[in-house]
Protein backbone atom coordinates (compact mmCIF):
# COMPACT_ATOMS: atom_id res chain seq x y z
CA UNK A 1 0.00 0.00 0.00
CA UNK A 2 1.33 3.52 -1.16
CA UNK A 3 1.90 6.11 1.83
CA UNK A 4 0.15 9.10 1.03
CA UNK A 5 2.26 12.52 2.01
CA UNK A 6 0.50 15.04 4.69
CA UNK A 7 -0.05 18.18 3.13
CA UNK A 8 0.79 21.86 4.95
CA UNK A 9 -3.10 21.77 5.63
CA UNK A 10 -3.38 18.80 7.07
CA UNK A 11 -0.53 19.51 9.46
CA UNK A 12 -2.08 22.97 10.52
CA UNK A 13 -5.33 21.08 11.16
CA UNK A 14 -3.52 18.24 13.18
CA UNK A 15 -1.58 21.26 15.55
CA UNK A 16 -4.86 23.23 15.77
CA UNK A 17 -6.56 20.28 16.75
CA UNK A 18 -3.81 19.54 19.53
CA UNK A 19 -3.53 23.29 20.48
CA UNK A 20 -7.36 23.58 21.31
CA UNK A 21 -7.63 20.99 24.23
CA UNK A 22 -5.33 20.47 27.65
CA UNK A 23 -5.49 16.81 27.86
CA UNK A 24 -1.74 16.25 27.59
CA UNK A 25 1.57 17.57 28.66
CA UNK A 26 3.88 16.29 25.95
CA UNK A 27 3.11 14.56 22.90
CA UNK A 28 5.53 13.88 19.70
CA UNK A 29 3.92 12.82 16.20
CA UNK A 30 5.97 11.53 12.96
CA UNK A 31 4.55 11.67 9.62
CA UNK A 32 7.27 10.61 7.31
CA UNK A 33 10.04 13.21 7.36
CA UNK A 34 8.24 15.72 9.45
CA UNK A 35 8.45 15.25 13.20
CA UNK A 36 6.64 17.05 15.58
CA UNK A 37 7.60 17.53 19.10
CA UNK A 38 5.16 19.17 21.82
CA UNK A 39 5.33 20.14 25.52
CA UNK A 40 3.56 22.37 27.70
CA UNK A 41 4.31 23.65 31.05
CA UNK A 42 2.02 24.86 33.83
CA UNK A 43 3.15 28.44 32.83
CA UNK A 44 4.34 28.79 29.39
CA UNK A 45 3.06 26.33 26.24
CA UNK A 46 5.85 25.44 23.63
CA UNK A 47 6.02 23.82 20.60
CA UNK A 48 8.98 22.67 18.21
CA UNK A 49 8.44 21.26 15.07
CA UNK A 50 11.08 19.98 12.14
CA UNK A 51 8.39 21.53 9.52
CA UNK A 52 7.48 25.60 8.91
CA UNK A 53 4.53 26.36 10.89
CA UNK A 54 3.10 29.65 11.65
CA UNK A 55 2.56 30.50 15.13
CA UNK A 56 -0.43 33.03 16.36
CA UNK A 57 0.90 35.36 18.84
CA UNK A 58 -0.96 35.16 22.00
CA UNK A 59 -4.43 36.40 22.51
CA UNK A 60 -4.73 39.59 24.92
CA UNK A 61 -6.99 38.70 27.92
CA UNK A 62 -10.32 40.10 28.25
CA UNK A 63 -10.91 42.76 31.26
CA UNK A 64 -14.62 41.77 30.68
CA UNK A 65 -16.54 40.38 33.36
CA UNK A 66 -16.40 36.07 33.18
CA UNK A 67 -19.36 34.69 31.75
CA UNK A 68 -21.96 32.75 34.35
CA UNK A 69 -21.71 29.44 34.02
CA UNK A 70 -25.00 28.11 33.12
CA UNK A 71 -26.51 25.75 35.35
CA UNK A 72 -29.27 22.59 33.91
CA UNK A 73 -32.05 21.56 35.54
CA UNK A 74 -30.89 17.97 37.62
CA UNK A 75 -32.17 15.64 35.53
CA UNK A 76 -30.72 16.99 32.01
CA UNK A 77 -28.91 15.00 30.04
CA UNK A 78 -25.34 16.77 27.76
CA UNK A 79 -24.09 15.91 24.93
CA UNK A 80 -20.96 16.08 25.14
CA UNK A 81 -17.89 16.11 22.32
CA UNK A 82 -16.21 12.79 22.72
CA UNK A 83 -13.42 14.24 21.08
CA UNK A 84 -11.72 17.52 19.49
CA UNK A 85 -12.85 18.60 16.13
CA UNK A 86 -15.50 20.53 14.07
CA UNK A 87 -19.04 20.18 14.98
CA UNK A 88 -21.60 20.26 12.01
CA UNK A 89 -25.06 19.90 12.68
CA UNK A 90 -26.10 18.69 9.36
CA UNK A 91 -25.01 16.05 7.43
CA UNK A 92 -23.82 18.69 4.56
CA UNK A 93 -23.52 22.28 3.46
CA UNK A 94 -27.59 22.89 2.33
CA UNK A 95 -28.61 19.80 4.17
CA UNK A 96 -31.48 20.25 7.40
CA UNK A 97 -30.08 19.92 10.74
CA UNK A 98 -30.21 16.69 12.13
CA UNK A 99 -32.02 18.55 15.34
CA UNK A 100 -33.62 21.32 16.04
CA UNK A 101 -34.50 22.68 20.00
CA UNK A 102 -37.89 21.13 21.10
CA UNK A 103 -37.43 18.24 19.23
CA UNK A 104 -38.55 15.03 20.54
CA UNK A 105 -35.77 12.34 20.08
CA UNK A 106 -34.80 8.72 20.64
CA UNK A 107 -31.56 7.40 22.31
CA UNK A 108 -30.18 6.51 18.51
CA UNK A 109 -30.83 9.95 17.26
CA UNK A 110 -28.00 11.17 15.28
CA UNK A 111 -27.59 14.71 16.84
CA UNK A 112 -24.30 16.02 15.05
CA UNK A 113 -20.99 15.19 13.42
CA UNK A 114 -17.53 15.87 14.90
CA UNK A 115 -14.99 15.68 11.91
CA UNK A 116 -11.68 15.01 12.74
CA UNK A 117 -9.24 15.25 9.84
CA UNK A 118 -11.74 14.71 6.87
CA UNK A 119 -13.29 12.07 8.78
CA UNK A 120 -16.85 12.02 10.24
CA UNK A 121 -17.81 10.37 13.36
CA UNK A 122 -21.67 10.72 14.22
CA UNK A 123 -22.90 11.50 17.55
CA UNK A 124 -26.21 10.05 18.81
CA UNK A 125 -28.40 11.47 21.58
CA UNK A 126 -28.08 8.69 23.75
CA UNK A 127 -31.43 9.26 25.60
CA UNK A 128 -35.49 9.79 24.53
CA UNK A 129 -36.15 13.42 25.54
CA UNK A 130 -36.57 17.08 24.20
CA UNK A 131 -33.62 18.69 22.68
CA UNK A 132 -33.88 21.95 25.01
CA UNK A 133 -30.39 23.84 24.05
CA UNK A 134 -27.46 23.63 21.09
CA UNK A 135 -24.53 25.53 22.38
CA UNK A 136 -21.99 24.60 19.38
CA UNK A 137 -22.27 26.58 16.48
CA UNK A 138 -22.13 25.17 12.96
CA UNK A 139 -18.58 24.37 11.71
CA UNK A 140 -17.21 25.52 15.35
CA UNK A 141 -14.05 23.57 16.88
CA UNK A 142 -14.98 21.96 19.66
CA UNK A 143 -13.42 20.22 22.63
CA UNK A 144 -12.98 17.00 23.97
CA UNK A 145 -15.98 16.69 26.79
CA UNK A 146 -17.26 20.10 25.71
CA UNK A 147 -21.34 20.44 26.09
CA UNK A 148 -22.77 20.31 22.71
CA UNK A 149 -26.53 19.80 23.40
CA UNK A 150 -28.69 19.42 26.41
CA UNK A 151 -31.75 17.15 26.52
CA UNK A 152 -34.91 17.07 28.48
CA UNK A 153 -35.26 13.35 29.40
CA UNK A 154 -39.12 11.73 29.08
Request: glycine content about 6%.
Amino acid sequence: MAEEGLTYTELLQILELIKSTSHFAEIHLKFGDIEIDLSRSATQPSCSATASVAQQPPVAASKARPEPIPVWPVNSILVRSPMVGTFYRAPSPGAPPFVEVGQTIEADTTVCIIEVMKLMNSILAGAQGTITNILAENGELVEHDQILMVIAPR
